[in-house]
């Protein structure tokens, strides 16, 4: 009887130092629900056998816990995530496609309407140094190759600098390099804009009233996307800057040059991004390693993900605290019988050790305790939570290639709108393979292809032929 007595008191022990692991294994595993109906299946059986499923392993045989299933928690997992990507996929692309569509409208509507950014008054970039206005077309094609190398090496050359800065952590320099530009885009450019709008339309208005509207309009910006502000007016501010800075494109990049340009940038996002030491996809992992999020000023999200989910890893931090202090102070008997016991009486505990062996702190146990579920109910994730990003630099260009087929000689609107609905393809199907990969891909090559081949495909030959169907008064 004695014997048999030890082996009670041994299988016990092991009950109750297996007894937190079942609830360890959804957690680390991120699915819930066949784990619990595995752990009700095993019918009480050891720490291991709570996620094993009742498979008929039953409980503990001979002081030894039965094995795990992994196969089926693969299998959930597996199906999670696809019913995760069909939930949120087309949610996803909605979110995308209205403010890219919101840019492109005001960049085109700014086109059509004011002829400021369309004038040729022979003013360049200093990065476009060579002129288009040659004798021959070698010429012009020369100058325009010429420009756009320019071009693309002061890209490459800012990007590197960029994400040397943020790898060395100088993140002084790059909000002063960030607060810097959007400064000049939501003062400067913001100026330049309203009075060539109010010369389009012949509106009065004087310069101390423009000042102060100037004024509200670039501090507002400012305290939204480099501090702090509602979402929906942070997202309107950075289409706003992403739509001024199109325009300047517009302005002052020559026409052959502009188009070189979404050519060779397309393939340099492409390699950038999915190359090993490419400068966007160090930046991106690099991120993700740090668990901090890029620059707002850089990057539109649909939702505050980064911001939710920081919020939500210190409020559980600090809500797993309380069990461990209380296991340190609940082991011990009570210090005195004056407090408040809460029902745990040195007997209970005496009996406790007795049974159980002595109860001791260690780092296991504490390890354990935090893992263990609290009474509130666990975070769930949000919809709203499950943001996506696109850099303002996708927007850009985007609208760039837009407004340039809007702008263009012909200026047709059946070219403008075959750009349209060519770079909104290219943006679900990037998003599609965004789906698949689950990895950052670039948003650039495959909408910028798209919108190339079906801007010189519509403006040299669907226009003509319209024209033409027109001119005999043929109708289809």
């Known amino acids: 009887m004695a014997n048999n007595s030890e082996d009670v008191e041994n299988n016990m022990e092991q009950e109750s130092n297996a007894a937190p692991e079942p609830t360890q294994q959804p957690q680390e595993s991120g699915v819930t629900g066949p784990r619990s109906r595995g752990g009700s299946g095993a019918g009480g059986g050891g720490g291991e056998g709570g996620g094993g499923g009742g498979g008929g392993s039953g ?87 010429l420009n756009a190398t320019i071009m693309i090496t002061v890209i490459i050359v800012m990007t590197l600098v960029l994400v040397l800065l943020y790898k060395y952590r100088c993140y002084k320099v790059i909000q002063g390099w960030l607060f810097l530009s959007s400064l000049l885009l939501l003062f400067f450019f913001s100026y330049i804009y309203l009075t060539e709008v109010f010369k389009t339309y012949n509106v009065a208005m004087d310069y101390f009233t423009l000042a102060i509207i100037i004024w509200n309009f670039g501090v507002v910006g400012m305290m939204c996307i480099h501090w702090k502000g509602p979402l929906r007016l942070q997202q ?11 325009l300047v494109f517009i302005k002052y990049l020559p026409e052959w040059t502009a188009w070189l340009i979404l050519a060779v940038i397309s393939v340099y996002d492409l390699l950038a991004v999915l190359c090993p030491k490419g400068p966007l996809r160090i930046l991106v992992e690099t991120a993700q390693e740090r668990n901090e999020p890029i620059f707002p000023a850089l990057i539109y999200s649909s939702t505050m993900v980064w911001l939710v989910n920081m919020a939500d890893t210190d409020r559980n931090s600090t809500e797993a605290a ?16 004056s407090q408040d016991d ?17 109860l001791q702190s260690t780092e296991d146990s504490r390890r354990e305790a935090q893992q263990m579920p609290s009474a509130r109910p666990p975070v769930e994730d949000d ?58 891909l670039p948003a650039l090559p495959i909408s910028i292809f798209f919108g190339l081949v079906f801007y010189f495909a519509t403006d040299n030959l669907v226009r003509p032929f319209m024209d033409k169907l027109a001119l005999h008064q043929f109708y289809i």
């Open 322 to 337: 309380p069990p461990q202090t209380q296991e340190a102070v609940a082991s011990p008997p009570p210090p005195s019988p």
């Open 342 to 358: 809460g029902g745990f009486t040195s007997s209970w505990v005496s009996q406790q050790e007795h049974q159980l062996g002595p």
């Open 236 to 246: 309107a501010y950075l289409i706003m800057i992403s739509a001024l800075m199109a």
């Open 383 to 440: 919809d709203e939570e499950r943001g996506v990003k696109l850099g303002l630099g996708d927007f850009i260009f985007y609208s760039m290639l837009v407004g340039k087929a809007s702008a263009a000689a012909s200026g047709d609107w059946n070219t403008t709108l075959a750009c349209f609905v060519a770079i909104l393809i290219g943006l679900c199907l990037t998003l599609l393979l965004l789906a698949i990969f689950k990895k950052a």
């Open 59 to 145: 409980p503990e045989q001979n002081g030894q816990a039965p094995t795990t299933r992994p196969p089926r928690v693969v299998e959930t997992e597996e199906d999670e995530d696809e019913e995760l990507t069909l939930k949120y996929g087309a949610k996803h692309v909605i979110m995308l496609f209205v403010p890219v569509t919101l840019c492109m409208v005001v960049v085109v509507a700014t086109i059509k309407s004011v002829s400021f950014y369309t004038k040729n008054d022979g003013q360049r970039l200093i990065y476009t140094p060579f002129p288009e206005d040659t004798e021959t077309i070698a010429q012009r094609a020369l100058n325009s190759i």
